[in-house]
């Protein structure tokens, strides 16, 4: 059974760091490209950073330079490492794993597959 299960999300004050990391299991995540997605309220779901099968890693304008996208395969784990945590990082946090087509973009939901089931960050001003 696939299961992706995310961790380490709550409640902080701005300037804080605070890491996510979502568990994999049940299938090959290894041939998968794997990303956060974050959807704040009253706004549509947006990607946040992806690393793929070889490992390159990509971000979205907003959290570059602030936010890490890791994987550790001895513990079957992806991780995002979030560094000046502001206000409008506030969002439910989702990650997922799927085969991005040839021409395809890392940001575009429907290519994924397997989603988590989201664990909740809070930053307070």
């Known amino acids: 059974q696939v299961r992706l299960d995310e961790s380490g999300g709550g409640s902080v004050q701005a300037g804080v760091s605070l890491t996510l990391s979502c568990r994999l299991t049940?299938?090959?995540?290894?041939?998968?490209?794997l990303a956060w997605f974050r959807q704040a309220p009253g706004k549509q779901r947006e990607g946040v950073a992806a690393?793929?099968?070889?490992?390159?890693?990509v971000y979205s304008d907003s959290v570059q330079g602030r936010f890490t996208i890791s994987k550790d395969n001895a513990k079957n784990t992806l991780y995002l490492q979030m560094n000046s945590l502001q206000p409008e990082d506030t969002a439910m946090y989702y990650c997922?794993?799927?085969?991005?087509?040839?021409?395809?973009?890392?940001?575009?939901?429907?290519?994924?597959?397997?989603w988590g089931q989201g664990t909740q960050v809070t930053v307070s001003s």
């Open positions: 049940g299938f090959t995540y290894q041939y998968y490209c």
């Open positions: 997922a794993a799927g085969l991005i087509p040839y021409g395809g973009t890392w940001s575009t939901q429907d290519h994924y597959n397997y």
């Open positions: 690393t793929t099968s070889d490992s390159t890693t």
